[in-house]
T-cell receptor, first 115, second 117 residues
Framework: DAGVTQSPTHLIKTRGQQVTLRCSPI?????VSWYQQVLGQGPQFIFQ???????GRGNFPDRFSARQFPNYSSELNVNALLLGDSALYLC??????????????FGPGTRLTVL | AQKITQTQPGMFVQEKEAVTLDCTYD???????LFWYKQPSSGEMIFLIY??????QNATEGRYSLNFQKARKSANLVISASQLGDSAMYFC??????????????FGAGTQVVVTP
């Protein structure tokens, strides 16, 4: 079975631009979470979506938004890019999106560079 | 406040030896889950092992085992018989019962492991 897929793999943007990152979860998984991983740090939670509804948001500005589609794929949008948005953006999917033991499986990430 | 602390930024281990990666956590919840992930240089986070706070037995998955000491709030990962392919960054993560989002894992800063022949 295919794992979590993300596109694009790499992206270079300039300050002020907007970017859209895409994620397809593992087949059957209904929850998608997004994380930002700055170089040298652990991932930071941005959003969780479950059944097309936002179920959680981390400490990120309103420039960050996301949505989930009926097929459970998801998009992360970042507006007005800043240099500090340069990071690896990871998408993770899980079966139910609920419960302590609900394991998240990650995609390969999108590496965003803002110049 | 830091919820997950990984004090070893980097470690070298010889092939076929065991290695222990430290993880301490901070929570006032009685129910929580602890995860370990491996991140090779390619970037993908690979799930290794899970331990629930009420699990009586330490979790094991193949060459991976978790040394869970609840009173000390530590959840150390033990990798037995290290292989060259184990060279990667390793992250400890926690999900709390009182989380505002089930989708939220809180990660430590990671430990870089290099396995040498």
């Amino acid at each position: 079975d295919a794992g979590v897929t993300q596109s694009p793999t790499h992206l270079i943007k300039t300050r002020g631009q907007q970017v859209t990152l895409r994620c397809s979860p593992i087949s059957g998984h209904k929850s998608v979470s997004w994380y930002q991983q700055v170089l040298g740090q652990g991932p930071q939670f941005i959003f969780q979506y479950y059944e097309k509804e936002e179920r959680g948001r981390g400490n990120f500005p309103d420039r960050f938004s996301a949505r989930q589609f009926p097929n459970y794929s998801s998009e992360l949008n970042v507006n007005a890019l800043l240099l500090g948005d340069s990071a690896l953006y990871l998408c993770a999917s899980s079966w139910t999106g609920q419960g302590l033991a609900d394991t998240q499986y990650f995609g390969p990430g999108t590496r965003l560079t803002v110049l | 406040a830091q919820k997950i602390t990984q004090t070893q930024p980097g470690m070298f281990v010889q092939e076929k030896e065991a290695v222990t990666l430290d993880c301490t956590y901070d929570t006032s919840d009685q129910s929580y889950g602890l995860f370990w992930y491996k991140q090779p240089s390619s970037g993908e986070m690979i799930f290794l092992i899970y331990q629930g706070s009420y699990d009586e037995q330490n979790a094991t998955e193949g060459r991976y085992s978790l040394n869970f000491q609840k009173a000390r709030k530590s959840a150390n990962l033990v990798i037995s018989a290290s292989q060259l392919g184990d060279s990667a960054m390793y992250f400890c993560a926690m999900r709390e019962r009182t989380t505002d989002s089930w989708g939220k894992l809180q990660f430590g800063a990671g430990t870089q492991v290099v396995v040498t022949p």
